[in-house]
């Protein structure tokens, strides 16, 4: 699903990642791990497209992304890549359902057929009784969920969460942790996690350990 050759990153004179080798399957569930400054970020922001590595090739899902030109690669990121981030990023003055539904609509599908999907989605995620609520009023967990909803919500090949439980309480956390296996089990999403949250890593198939830009 995922192959990442040789990749290197740097910021002006700091070279952040030196030669990233890594490989992903299908439907596995990869936490990425290491001390602040490791890495970690820059990597998943690779492999998410939003960033361009300096040298080495990107492939996820039988297509080299980091030789699509911006507008091919803003496509394929919709259409393949969802997002979860520690802070939600929802916008606030949409509700669930329409902050759900936003990335389907991007994409070109009607109304209609988003609002149904992103419905089926909530329903999944157990927050469909909460849709007509703006993020203020929704909980952190209830914000995650939806959250979790507008990143499934066009069936990307890839899920990316940064940090995804790091602003929730314990037991917020440890739903949120079930709820990554339930979707992997139910949908066939290939998750790739950054977390400080150790329960989290113990429970992926694989944990990656970034020191120093390598993994080792």
């Known amino acids: 699903m995922i192959k990442i050759e040789g990749i290197t990153k740097s910021y002006g004179n ?6 990233i080798d890594l490989e992903i399957k299908k439907a596995e569930i990869v936490s990425i791990v290491g001390t602040s400054g490791a890495g970690k970020t820059t990597l ?23 030789i699509l030109n911006d507008k091919a690669l803003s496509r ?12 939600h990023n929802l916008l606030p003055e949409f509700s669930a ?6 990335p389907a609509l991007i ?28 993020p203020a009023e ?17 069936h990307p090949a890839v899920v990316l969460a940064d940090e995804p ?18 979707l992997r089990k139910e949908l066939q999403q290939t998750f790739v ?12 198939d694989r944990i990656i350990t970034l020191q120093d830009g390598k993994i080792i």
């Open 14 to 19: 700091l070279q952040v990642l030196k030669g």
């Open 44 to 66: 998943l922001q690779i492999i998410g497209t939003l960033s361009r590595p300096d040298t080495g090739n990107v492939v996820i899902d039988e297509t080299m992304v980091n």
């Open 76 to 87: 394929f990121r919709n259409r393949k890549i969802g997002f979860v981030f520690q802070f």
């Open 97 to 102: 359902l329409e902050n759900v539904c936003l």
């Open 107 to 134: 994409s070109g599908i009607s109304f209609r057929e988003a609002e149904n999907n992103a419905l089926k989605l909530l329903e999944l995620l157990s927050i469909s009784h909460r849709k007509n609520h703006k």
């Open 138 to 154: 929704l909980s952190g967990g209830e914000q995650q969920r939806t959250a979790v909803a507008r990143a499934l919500i066009n």
């Open 165 to 182: 439980s790091g602003n929730l309480d314990t037991h917020t956390k440890h739903e949120l942790h079930q709820l990554f296996f339930s």
């Open 193 to 204: 996690i950054v977390t400080h949250d150790s329960s989290l890593a113990e429970m992926s």
